[in-house]
């Protein structure tokens, strides 16, 4: 089908976490097909843009938030999340810490974010650094994600870009579900 007359639609997903756990990396990795091993922390929020072909009538164009990890930023989140159709919840496996702040912003998400067909926002969980901790997977993860009405979750490396287009189609396809 010719570009004009492909549907287009716009998807606000943001993705959170502590600090240093690699949100901007994955970001990067999957907009910019780039990775830096230097950490540069992210101030109040930023966003990249892909475009995905998903099938022969549609395009999405899927505008990712960055938002800071560090908490000196929290006040900030629900101007950043306001119209956002769906979140990833980052964690570093190399530090068990970060997996239980997992809950923290999975809350600030649900008491912020509502999408407008009343039901709950589709979150994915990702345990990054799976390149270097892929071992470290926290055991009480999948009970976390049945618990909380989450419906994936995947060891992803921002670094060799493992499982991160995988991850992001999965969100795509809930948030399809929710139209
Ligand atoms: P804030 O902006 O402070 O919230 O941090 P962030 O979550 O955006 O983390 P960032 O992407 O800046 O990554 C932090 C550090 O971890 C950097 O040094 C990255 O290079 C490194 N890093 C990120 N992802 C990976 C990964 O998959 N594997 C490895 N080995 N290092 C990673
Ligand atoms: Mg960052």
């Known amino acids: 089908m010719s570009d004009l007359f492909k549907k287009e639609l716009l998807f606000k997903i943001l993705v959170v976490g502590d600090f240093g756990v690699g949100k ?11 990775f830096s091993p230097k950490y540069k ?13 998903w ?3 549609t395009r999405i164009n899927i505008q990712l938030w960055d938002i800071a990890g560090h908490e000196r930023f929290g006040y900030l989140t629900s101007v ?5 159709v769906a979140a990833a919840i980052v964690f570093d496996l190399t530090r068990p810490d970060t997996f239980f702040a997992v809950a923290k912003w999975l809350a600030d998400l649900r008491d912020k974010v509502s999408l407008p067909v ?15 901790a892929a071992n ?19 060891v992803t490396s921002a670094k060799e870009n493992r499982n991160i287009d995988e991850a992001m189609n999965r969100v795509v396809v809930e948030v399809l579900e929710n139209q």
């Open 24 to 34: 901007t990396s994955i970001i990067k990795r999957y907009a910019e097909g780039t």
């Open 41 to 53: 922390m992210t101030i109040g929020a930023d966003f990249a843009l892909k475009q995905l072909d």
């Open 55 to 57: 099938d022969s009538e």
């Open 80 to 84: 950043y999340y306001r119209y956002a």
């Open 118 to 132: 009343g039901r709950p926002l589709p979150v994915i969980i990702l345990a990054n650094k799976g390149d270097v």
């Open 136 to 154: 470290k997977v926290p055991p009480q993860i999948e009970e976390f994600c049945k618990k909380n009405h989450i419906t994936s979750w995947y």
